[in-house]
Nanobody, 115 residues
Framework: QVQLVESGGGLVQAGGSLSLSCEVS????????MGWYRQVPGAQRALVAA???????YYIDSVRGRFTISGDSAKNTLNLLLTNLKPEDAAVYYC?????????WGRGTQVTVSV
């Protein structure tokens, strides 16, 4: 059973930065086909950034240029660097497979952005 453990969230002022990490255990892992999602109360989880199956980076428009996805397949980790954070980036961030998030969801890591 694959387990996902996200960490690195916190409270940051608008314009600040955070570095999120996702540790994956319980199965073979490659950063290709992995992504970061986020969820705000009352809404569904939504994709933020991902590596495609071919290893290409993908970002939603609102974070392109501010967020950077990275990872290390050998270390079973997926990372997301968040810079120039905006209040609308506040959410619980999760990692999972992309494009189909079929791993059991982890607990996520909370990102709070103050104005």
């Amino acid at each position: 059973q694959v387990q996902l453990v996200e960490s690195g969230g916190g409270l940051v002022q608008a314009g600040g930065s955070l570095s999120l990490s996702c540790e994956v255990s319980g199965g073979a892992f490659s950063i290709n086909g992995m992504g970061w999602y986020r969820q705000v109360p009352g809404a569904q989880r939504a994709l933020v950034a991902a590596f495609t199956d071919s290893g290409k980076e993908y970002y939603i428009d609102s974070v392109r240029g501010r967020f950077t996805i990275s990872g290390d397949s050998a270390k079973n980790t997926l990372n997301l660097l968040l810079t120039n954070l905006k209040p609308e980036d506040a959410a619980v961030y999760y990692c999972n497979k992309f494009p189909h998030a079929h791993y059991p969801w982890g607990r996520g890591t909370q990102v709070t952005v103050s104005v």
